[in-house]
């Protein structure tokens, strides 16, 4: 059964930072495209970084481009979220999610097959 768990999220103050991890089991980790994605109250599901398996190469979305950044310990089957220098408006539940088919990032989240339960990060003002 494949499984994402995340976690570190929080409450911080703005301009603070936060390190999210989530860890994939129930699949090899290695050959997948992963994902982060967040969604605010009352807001869609957005994408904020994606790291693709073959290359390592890093996609982010403008809003957090500078001061986010993904990674991925693929021998601890973890990608990793380093969220830096934060604002309110960063404030949402943060979801990762596997794209097994792709191998470059992709933002649309139709194509991620498996999704974790969320960790929510609350940054105030």
């Known amino acids: 059964q494949v499984q994402l768990e995340e976690s570190g999220g929080g409450l911080v103050q703005a301009g603070g930072s936060l390190r999210l991890s989530c860890a994939l089991s129930?699949?090899?980790?290695?050959?997948?495209?992963m994902g982060w994605f967040r969604q605010a109250p009352g807001k869609e599901r957005e994408f904020v970084a994606g790291?693709?398996?073959?290359?390592?190469?890093?996609v982010y979305t403008q809003t957090v481009q500078g001061r986010f950044t993904i990674s991925r310990d693929n021998a601890k089957s973890t990608v990793f979220l380093q969220m830096n220098s934060l604002k309110p408006e960063d404030t949402a539940v943060y979801y990762c999610a596997v794209d097994r088919l792709a191998t470059v990032v992709s933002s649309n989240t139709r194509l991620y097959d498996y999704w974790g339960q969320g960790t929510q990060v609350t940054v105030s003002s």
């Open positions: 790291i693709s398996s073959s290359t390592g190469n890093t």
């Open positions: 129930g699949i090899i980790f290695g050959p997948y495209t």
